[in-house]
Each structure stands twice: as C-alpha cells, then as structure tokens.
C-alpha cells in the first residue's frame, strides 16, 4: 500500500521524531503550517493502512510510525526498477546516474558505495 504525497511527507516528520503529539507534527511543519484537522485527517488515513498507530495519554494520542522509512522506500525503489526498468538494477543504476545530473563529487561517493558493497559481496 502507498501514501499519499501528504501522507508521505507527515510520514517523513514522523520517521524523524520517532513518536510525537499532535502538537509536535504541526511543529515540524514549514510555514505555512496546516490545520489541526488535515494532519488528524492524514492520521485516520494512516491508521487505516496500518502505517502510524498511537498511545492514548487521557485526552492526548502520541503517534508513531509501524513502517521503518527504509523498508517504505526500499520496497519503492524495488517497485521502480521492476516497472520502469525491465527489473534491472543496472538500466536504473544507468538512468539515475545520466539524468539526474549528479557532480562528480556524488558519483564518487555512489562509487564508493558500490565498492563496499562488492567487498561484503565477496566476502
């Protein structure tokens, strides 16, 4: 199941408080910040797909997140390349590095990364 572009960027202040108050989501907000009742609205719709669940504290729900961000997004990511990308890592690899227009500092840190990544492969 997805989010929405809402859902994922309340998701994303979710991921980085760990748990959080009502008051707490809408502090993470740029202004202009949204009303009370589109992030609770957000909530509902994340409960519902089992993304976000909460504590209750008398009045108060503390919220947090049943979906790791990286599991979120590497499924994602494994969706992408299936789709878009015959289900080939090195045509993304080839898209992700001509298109998007990286510097060469970038490109060496991605080299870097793939080399320890060859390295644990050997091993």
């Not at 008051?23 to 609205?41: G, W």
């Not at 008398?58 to 997140?65: I, K, Q």
């Not at 227009?101 to 840190?109: I, Q």
């Amino acid at each position: 199941m997805q989010l929405s572009n809402a859902e994922e960027q309340l998701m994303e202040h979710l991921w980085k408080l760990d748990n959080a108050f009502m008051k707490d989501l809408l502090e993470a907000y740029p202004e202009p910040k949204p009303a009370t009742t589109t992030v609770a609205t957000l909530l509902k719709r994340m409960i519902d797909k089992n993304f976000v669940a909460y504590t209750e504290f008398g009045n108060s729900r503390e919220y947090f997140p049943l979906v790791k961000k990286s599991d979120y997004f590497s499924k994602h990511v494994n969706g992408l390349i299936k789709n878009f990308f015959n289900n080939s890592a090195s045509q993304f690899a080839s898209f992700f590095t001509t298109e998007t227009n990286l510097s060469e500092k970038e490109l060496e840190d991605l080299k870097k990364i793939i080399d320890v990544q060859l390295q644990k492969k050997k091993k």
